[in-house]
């Protein structure tokens, strides 16, 4: 087994060497002002991340998941009325813990490979005369199924039915590699984890809540101890942690917003696009289609790739592992053994992805798919040719 290959799962992503330098920090008395200024440049970091002058941060030890229940027990009661839709594994596990949570779901359930149904919600929204609805859940990038959808959208539906519904978005796998505008769209509640677009290992959950959401954490009575953000910003004024902080992701996360702010928000999102094409060019030219059912919903940041009728998606990604060291992602609940995942978003290069083509390659001749060794390599070859000097003129 060689830790020298790029990994090709949709998180976590790979790590740069300064950014493992960064996580790996001697003990420090995390109670002291040292704490409080790494802790305050990375709140502050994260917060123009996410495209907000508004939004309170807040960061706990734990994962997305971990970001997903901080967003709903903060803000709500027990019976309260969520809207989601139903359209990938992410989506129906946040739907999941809001149901475990005894909220009252309604929920579109939507074709995995399409993206959150903004014309259903702005119809339910508009019949819910009475605003019973209390929060809008969207799922930005849905990573079971590479389909990105359009939260812009989803404010215009709620801002055409004039309702009044908070709306939480997970960015688990989108905040930090596509483009994302928690003021502008009106984002309520922003979630997403260390270990995606930020580079770093797992072990946050990081959150941003809109002033609105900041006015429903006084009403809502669903219990939270751990993951109540009262706590949190008790602990922040005074440089700390209700509890004891993970400082070396904390460190990390510093460094983390630092190299996406230097590179330049709108490069990084250019950069995850333009190594995305290459790799959907690939996958046109092996003759394979993505789960996500149409161009405007392709995600940047992770590809599903349907394999032929009746094989068995999973054999792509055990062979990779087993022959040439290289994991790349499994089809995920309704999509299991119908798609493999290769995902491309977090520190990745054209060089790296056209490594990744290269081995999903020898992998389906392997296995006896009607791939012709090179074709993929060559069309995404293509587009990085045709695309780097004007990469590069950007990155300058
Ligand atoms: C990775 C991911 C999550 C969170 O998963 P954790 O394992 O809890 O970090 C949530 N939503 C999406 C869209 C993701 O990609």
Same mark, same amino acid.
């Given at each position: 087994?060689?830790?020298?290959?790029?990994?090709?799962?949709?998180?976590?992503?790979?790590?740069?060497?300064?950014?493992?330098?960064?996580?790996?920090?001697?003990?420090?008395?995390?109670?002291?002002?040292?704490?409080?200024?790494?802790?305050?440049?990375?709140?502050?970091?994260?917060?123009?991340?996410?495209?907000?002058?508004?939004?309170?941060?807040?960061?706990?030890?734990?994962?997305?998941?971990?970001?997903?229940?901080?967003?709903?027990?903060?803000?709500?009661?027990?019976?309260?009325?969520?809207?989601?839709?139903?359209?990938?594994?992410?989506?129906?596990?946040?739907?999941?813990?809001?149901?475990?949570?005894?909220?009252?779901?309604?929920?579109?359930?939507?074709?995995?490979?399409?993206?959150?149904?903004?014309?259903?919600?702005?119809?339910?929204?508009?019949?819910?005369?009475?605003?019973?609805?209390?929060?809008?859940?969207?799922?930005?990038?849905?990573?079971?199924?590479?389909?990105?959808?359009?939260? +812009?959208?989803?404010?215009?539906? $709620?801002?055409?039915?004039?309702?009044?519904?908070? !709306?939480?978005? *997970?960015? @688990? #796998?989108? =905040?930090?590699?596509?483009?994302?505008?928690?003021?502008?769209?009106?984002?309520?509640?922003?979630?997403?984890?260390?270990?995606?677009?930020?580079?770093?290992?797992?072990?946050?959950?990081?959150?941003?809540?809109?002033?609105?959401?900041?006015?429903?954490?006084?009403?809502?009575?669903?219990?939270?101890?751990?993951?109540?953000?009262?706590?949190?910003?008790?602990?922040?004024?005074?440089?700390?942690?209700?509890?004891?902080?993970?400082?070396?992701?904390?460190?990390?996360?510093?460094?983390?917003?630092?190299?996406?702010?230097?590179?330049?928000?709108?490069?990084?999102?250019?950069?995850?696009?333009?190594?995305?094409?290459?790799?959907?060019? +690939?996958?046109?030219?092996?003759? $394979?289609?993505?789960?996500?059912?149409?161009?405007? !919903?392709?995600? *940047?940041? @992770? #590809?599903? =790739?349907?394999?032929?009728?009746?094989?068995?998606?999973?054999?792509?990604?055990?062979?990779?592992?087993?022959?040439?060291?290289?994991?790349?992602?499994?089809?995920?609940?309704?999509?299991?053994?119908?798609?493999?995942?290769?995902?491309?978003?977090?520190?990745?290069?054209?060089?790296?992805?056209?490594?990744?083509?290269?081995?999903?390659?020898?992998?389906?001749?392997?296995?006896?798919?009607?791939?012709?060794?090179?074709?993929?390599?060559?069309?995404?070859?293509?587009?990085?040719?045709?695309?780097?000097?004007?990469?590069?003129?950007?990155?300058?």
């Amino acid at each position: 087994m060689t830790s020298q290959n790029p990994i090709f799962i949709p998180g976590p992503t790979n790590i740069p060497e300064e950014m493992r330098k960064a996580v790996d920090m001697p003990t420090i008395d995390h109670r002291s002002p040292v704490f409080g200024r790494m802790l305050h440049p990375a709140l502050e970091g994260v917060k123009k991340v996410l495209k907000s002058t508004q939004a309170q941060v807040f960061v706990f030890p734990s994962t997305g998941t971990g970001g997903w229940e901080t967003a709903i027990t903060n803000t709500l009661s027990p019976g309260d009325k969520v809207l989601a839709a139903r359209n990938g594994m992410f989506s129906h596990r946040w739907i999941d813990m809001c149901q475990r949570h005894a909220l009252d779901v309604t929920f579109v359930e939507t074709p995995w490979g399409e993206g959150v149904p903004a014309d259903r919600f702005e119809e339910i929204l508009t019949a819910d005369k009475g605003h019973e609805i209390r929060v809008v859940l969207a799922t930005h990038n849905e990573t079971a199924t590479g389909v990105k959808s359009d939260i +812009a959208a989803v404010r215009r539906a $709620l801002d055409a039915a004039k309702h009044p519904a908070l !709306l939480f978005v *997970d960015g @688990v #796998s989108s =905040i930090g590699s596509m483009d994302f505008r928690m003021d502008e769209w009106g984002v309520d509640i922003a979630v997403t984890g260390s270990q995606k677009g930020f580079m770093l290992p797992p072990g946050l959950a990081i959150v941003g809540f809109s002033p609105k959401a900041m006015e429903a954490v006084e009403t809502a009575r669903l219990p939270r101890t751990f993951f109540d953000i009262r706590d949190m910003a008790t602990g922040y004024a005074r440089n700390g942690y209700p509890y004891t902080p993970p400082v070396g992701l904390i460190n990390g996360l510093n460094l983390s917003c630092e190299r996406l702010l230097s590179e330049g928000l709108e490069n990084v999102f250019a950069r995850h696009n333009r190594i995305a094409s290459g790799v959907r060019a +690939a996958v046109g030219a092996w003759g $394979l289609k993505l789960c996500a059912v149409r161009p405007e !919903l392709y995600s *940047d940041s @992770v #590809s599903a =790739i349907r394999v032929p009728e009746g094989f068995d998606a999973n054999r792509i990604v055990s062979h990779a592992l087993e022959t040439y060291d290289m994991a790349f992602g499994t089809g995920l609940g309704e999509v299991a053994g119908k798609v493999f995942r290769i995902g491309h978003l977090g520190s990745l290069t054209d060089a790296m992805a056209l490594s990744g083509i290269s081995v999903a390659e020898m992998v389906m001749a392997d296995l006896g798919l009607p791939i012709k060794l090179g074709s993929g390599v060559a069309a995404a070859q293509e587009h990085y040719r045709q695309t780097a000097a004007a990469a590069q003129k950007k990155a300058a």
